[in-house]
C-alpha cells in the first residue's frame, strides 16, 4: 500500500499539481526527563492553554503523563503525573485528556478486577499543582478489560474506554460524572 500511495503523489508532482503551502509546527514538546522507549507522545490531548500527553512504558511500564503550559510565547512542562498507588506494568498514560483544570489518565494494565482489568485517575489543577483527586474503575472490573486504554473528558463528565471487556473482546465504554466532590 505504502508503494501505491508514493507512486500516487509522484505522478502528482510530476504532473505539476500543488499541494499548498508547506506547514511546519510552532513547537516541539518533549519530557523533561526523556528515557529510551517511554512511548511519550502515545496518547495526546489539549484543552485551552494546558496539553497532556502520556508516556505509558515510562519508570517500566508504571507510566506517566506530562502537563505543558502554553504562556502565549513557550510551551513549559507544569507537572509530570503519576499513580500514587502505580506499579509496573500498569501502563498509566496510554489514555489521556484534559480539559479545563482536569485530567483524566487510564492505565490499562493496573490490577483491580483482574490481570489488565485497568483503571483511569483524575488530576484536578489548582494555580501550578496538579493533584490526584480520584481513582476509576469499572463497576464490573473484570480480568483483560483494559479498562483505561481510552479517555476523555469534558466538564462533569469523562468516558473511559475498556476495548478487552465483554465476550469475544466487544469492548465497552464507562461514563463518569462528577458532582463537585466525587466521581461516579
Same mark, same amino acid.
Not at 86 to 99: E, K, L, T
Given at each position: ?5 508514493? +507512486?500516487?503523489?509522484?505522478? $502528482?508532482? $510530476?504532473?505539476? =499539481? +500543488?499541494? %499548498? ?19 511519550? &507522545? ?15 512504558? #515510562?519508570?517500566? &511500564? ?6 505543558? /503550559? /502554553? !504562556? ?28 479545563? #483544570? ?7 494494565? !493496573? ?28 463497576? #464490573? ?6 479498562? %483505561? =486504554? ?5 466538564? #462533569?463528565?469523562?468516558?473511559? &474506554?475498556?476495548?478487552?471487556? &465483554? ?9 463518569? /460524572? ?7
Amino acid at each position: 500500500m505504502r508503494h501505491i500511495c508514493i +507512486s500516487i503523489v509522484a505522478m $502528482l508532482v $510530476l504532473a505539476g =499539481t +500543488s499541494f %499548498g503551502d508547506v506547514v511546519n509546527e510552532d513547537f516541539k514538546l518533549v519530557a523533561g526527563d526523556p528515557e529510551n522507549y517511554d512511548r511519550f &507522545g502515545y496518547s495526546v490531548s489539549i484543552s485551552g492553554d494546558y496539553a497532556v500527553i502520556g508516556a505509558w512504558r #515510562d519508570d517500566t &511500564g508504571r507510566g506517566s503523563a506530562y502537563v505543558f /503550559h /502554553h !504562556d502565549g510565547t513557550d510551551w513549559t512542562q507544569q507537572a509530570k503525573l503519576v499513580a500514587a498507588d502505580g506499579s509496573a506494568s500498569d501502563n498509566f498514560g496510554v489514555g489521556v485528556a484534559i480539559s479545563g #483544570d482536569y485530567a483524566v489518565i487510564g492505565a490499562y494494565g !493496573d490490577w483491580v478486577g483482574g490481570n489488565s482489568s485497568g483503571s483511569a485517575y483524575v488530576f484536578h489543577r489548582d494555580g501550578t499543582t496538579w493533584t490526584e483527586q480520584a481513582k476509576l474503575v469499572a463497576s #464490573d472490573s473484570a480480568q483483560n478489560g483494559y479498562f %483505561g =486504554t481510552s479517555a476523555s473528558i469534558s466538564g #462533569d463528565y469523562a468516558v473511559i &474506554g475498556a476495548y478487552g471487556d &465483554g465476550g469475544d473482546w466487544s469492548g465497552a465504554a464507562y461514563v463518569f /460524572h462528577h458532582d463537585g466532590t466525587t466521581w461516579t
